[in-house]
């Protein structure tokens, strides 16, 4: 009785030929939702790639997790040895980090220093990836800015520039042999890297400020910086990224159900078009009801086929909205239609990802508030007595 009930369902919709009225304001109901459906998919598409992009980046630029010392570690060799024990751990690098007053022959500009082993640093981040100019190794020789740093002191390779560092401030001339970009206006404004061995010569120290990890599974670091505390004794201060960055995340998550929620106000609206479609099938199709119930049809029988014509027009919208926006997608990927302003967003293009979880819960909407907005005509056309249905016509 399904496929009969549904087969009614789409004949009562109306046709182009049949009743253009009834099949115009269906046409507009499906339409709607298809429009609500593309742009809950597009916004929320462009609200995980600025958080996946903004992500890999903040990985690529800074460890997993950090082992920071109160405010030095002294024997931080032997702590490496120690934490290399966990098994999940793939690198350590010692580092120093210091506020600096980075100076050109045209600009000044605070900012800061960060000593690394470059043998080491390759394993924890991606800093030798994200390289634009220069050659990483040569880091030794000198020292790798920032880009957004390099523009500011208005330098480039070969170029240089003086370093003052210190609490008694030292001044120290480097030749600038790398430009790194990582895409975090933040960091490329104000990052500039040294050799550890270096730095610490300048210093005149032996002691590290902390240690950073890689790991292979992001998401495993909490249990993991666990692990290195008790290895540790909890003898220095142990942060894992998303501790470090949760307040910008939990905004972003937050952002986005907030526009999540906003726009499927538009899918919710779309569903009154199906309630007043089917109101106005109901009425249009009093003698065919009144009909169908004179033959033996039960009221239960007549409510399905409302009921199915409502959900009939939700999938239609549902799936035209969701190939159209996957194919918005795409294009928007592929030929980068908008160009949004590089240096308030850190990227040039518009990122899209669209995630299997997203497309289903749209999906589940679609057809809950369908379902919803069908229940009350569905109603009013199983409860019309068929011999009065039938005299009124």
């Not at 900012?111 to 080491?120: H, L, M, V």
């Not at 039960?298 to 409502?310: C, D, M, N, W």
Request: charged letters at 20%; proline letters at 3%.
């Amino acid at each position: 009785m399904i496929s009969y009930n549904f087969f009614l369902a789409k004949r009562f919709i109306g046709s182009k030929k049949e009743d253009r009225f009834l099949w115009f304001i269906s046409f507009f109901t499906v339409l709607g939702i298809s429009i609500g459906v593309i742009a809950l998919l597009l916004v929320i598409g462009v609200m995980n790639g600025f958080s996946n992009d903004l992500k890999r980046k903040i990985i690529g630029a800074n460890p997993l997790i950090t082992i920071e010392g109160k405010p030095y570690i002294y024997n931080y060799e032997e702590i490496i040895q120690k934490i290399k024990n966990v098994p999940e751990i793939k690198g350590a690098s010692p580092y120093i980090m210091s506020q600096v007053i980075y100076k050109s022959n045209k600009y000044i500009i605070g900012g800061i220093i960060k000593g690394i082993d470059p043998e080491r640093e390759q394993k924890v981040t991606n800093i030798k990836d994200f390289i634009k100019k220069g050659n990483f190794w040569d880091i030794e020789n000198g020292i790798i800015l920032g880009k957004e740093l390099a523009n500011e002191l208005g330098v480039e390779i070969n170029d240089f520039i003086s370093v003052i560092l210190g609490l008694i401030p030292r001044e120290r001339i480097f030749k600038v042999v790398g430009i790194v970009e990582y895409g975090v206006y933040s960091f490329d404004v104000s990052m500039g890297f040294l050799s550890l061995k270096n730095l610490m010569k300048i210093y005149g120290v032996d002691r590290v400020h902390g240690i950073g990890i890689k790991i292979n599974d992001i998401y495993r670091t909490p249990i993991v910086s666990k692990e290195i505390k008790k290895v540790i004794n909890e003898q220095y201060n142990v942060s894992t990224w998303i501790e470090k960055n949760k307040i910008l995340f939990s905004a972003i998550a937050l952002e986005k159900k907030a526009m999540a929620i906003i726009l499927s106000l538009i899918v919710l609206v779309a569903s009154f078009n199906i309630l007043s479609t089917l109101m106005i099938s109901v009425y249009r199709k009093v003698k065919e009801i009144g009909i169908l119930k004179a033959i033996g049809l039960t009221s239960g029988e007549i409510k399905k086929i409302f009921l199915y014509q409502g959900i009939y027009l939700g999938i239609k919208g549902l799936i035209f909205g969701v190939i159209f926006g996957f194919i918005i997608a795409g294009l928007l990927k592929k030929y980068n239609f908008i160009n949004i302003p590089e240096f308030v967003y850190d990227i040039s293009k518009l990122p899209i990802e669209i995630t299997l979880f997203d497309t289903i819960w749209i999906f589940l909407l679609v057809i809950f508030v369908s379902c919803v907005a069908s229940i009350y005509p569905a109603q009013r056309a199983s409860k019309l007595n068929p011999a009065e249905a039938i005299r009124n016509e």
